[in-house]
């Protein structure tokens, strides 16, 4: 009787330019992004995910049938053990450096670097294939691409500032997945010419003069509260609370955007043009 041939696990490269060898397919699975974990139970893998944060909201059961190791930025390393995961996913923004350090030194970990819809649809497709869901995975970003290409055209950016924070005031500004969420609703990022996520002061808001203010609704909880307080700053602007889920998760929930922005576009009556 011959011995079992050895295994053979599938080598991926992520975003980062990273060559990950992860067992193929994973069983394992620990997600460390919630967007992300969204995606794997929308890709039908549910049950392998065996560790989330305890941000990963969506869907509702992922934290009740799944161990919650943690934040973003601060792993429960033991928990993470007793898992034996064997296929960890991260995000190179979401996550923390030294942790993810930490668990490449005992686990294949998979991470994605996403500034872009074009580099969102490229991580699901990428995870679909290293999870064994490939064509599930290929169908939902040829959805989500349709979607924003059958947004018809605005004939002139609006100028915009998206808020993520209060006290200090903090916006989301040039090289971040917002930016360009941003661009694909029509609108035009005031504050593009800054990095990431600057501070921003009450005067700076006034120089910009941005003709719409969004406020999202997360990580800060802006609320209806909120807007008196940026009508004193910016009398003119428009204000108002935006779905920050529509504007900055990069997995399946971008299903639900372009129709979003769509909607956006018609309560502010945007002079668009039409697609060719």
Known sequence: MQPPLPFLPLTVTDQMDRRVAVPFPPQRIVSLVPSQTELLFDLGLGKRVVGVTKFCIHPAEARQSATVIGGTKNFDFEKIEALRPDLIIGNKEENYQAGIEQLTEKYPVWMSDISTLADSLGMIRRVGLLTGRKDAAEALSTEIAGSFAA?????????????????????????????????????????????????????????????????????????????????????????????????????SRLRHSAEYFRQLREQEGFALTVNE
């Open 151 to 251: 947004l018809p055209s605005v004939a002139e950016p609006v100028p915009a500032a998206y808020f993520i924070w209060r006290k200090p005031y903090m916006v989301a500004a040039g090289g971040t997945f917002i930016d360009d969420m941003l661009a694909q609703a029509g609108f035009r990022n005031v504050f593009r010419n800054m990095g990431r996520y600057p501070e921003i002061t009450p005067e700076q808001l006034q120089q910009a003069a941005p003709r719409h203010i969004l406020l999202s609704s997360e990580p800060y909880p802006f609320g209806e509260k909120h807007i008196n307080e940026f009508r004193e700053i910016c009398p003119a602007a428009e204000i108002r609370i935006v779905d920050g889920e529509l504007f900055s998760w990069y997995g």
